[in-house]
């Protein structure tokens, strides 16, 4: 799945690390790198800063937190592996320099977010 949303970004060549981790440990990391002391659903680390993925094919890491994905896709009414998949859209978009701190970025972010996940949904339950 990681690879044809790469392929969506035009990112054929990049490498990047997925990771699960419990809250506990995504908490640990939300509060060593962000100073946030509370567990979250996914976090990026980019080996670069700025738009756009760089030369360097290696982009960075995607850490999840299974068990708030399991909670969120209750709420959202998805399965673990739409919610997984969602969170995976988000953390890639990140790598690729995608933020939502401002509004514009948000609209443009959720929306690209959005097409990713109905279009890679529907390969879940092929």
């Known amino acids: 799945m990681t690879t ?6 035009d990112s054929t060549d990049a490498e990047m690390g997925v990771v699960f981790v419990s809250d506990r440990t995504i ?12 567990a979250t659903d996914v976090l990026s680390f980019a080996m670069q800063e700025g738009e756009g993925p760089a030369d ?16 969120q896709a209750e709420e959202n009414k998805l399965s673990l592996d739409e919610e997984i998949l969602r ?5 890639v978009l990140h790598l690729h320099g995608y933020d939502h ?3 514009d970025d948000y609209k443009e972010m959720n929306a690209l977010e959005q097409k990713l996940f109905r279009k890679h949904k529907k390969a879940l339950s092929a």
């Open 56 to 71: 360097d094919p290696q982009l960075g890491d995607v850490i999840i937190s299974l068990e708030t994905a399991q909670r």
């Open 101 to 103: 701190i401002e509004d």
């Open 4 to 9: 044809r949303i790469l392929s969506d970004l």
């Open 27 to 38: 908490r640990r990391y939300n509060r060593d790198y962000r100073q946030i002391n509370k």
């Open 87 to 91: 969170l995976l859209i988000h953390g």
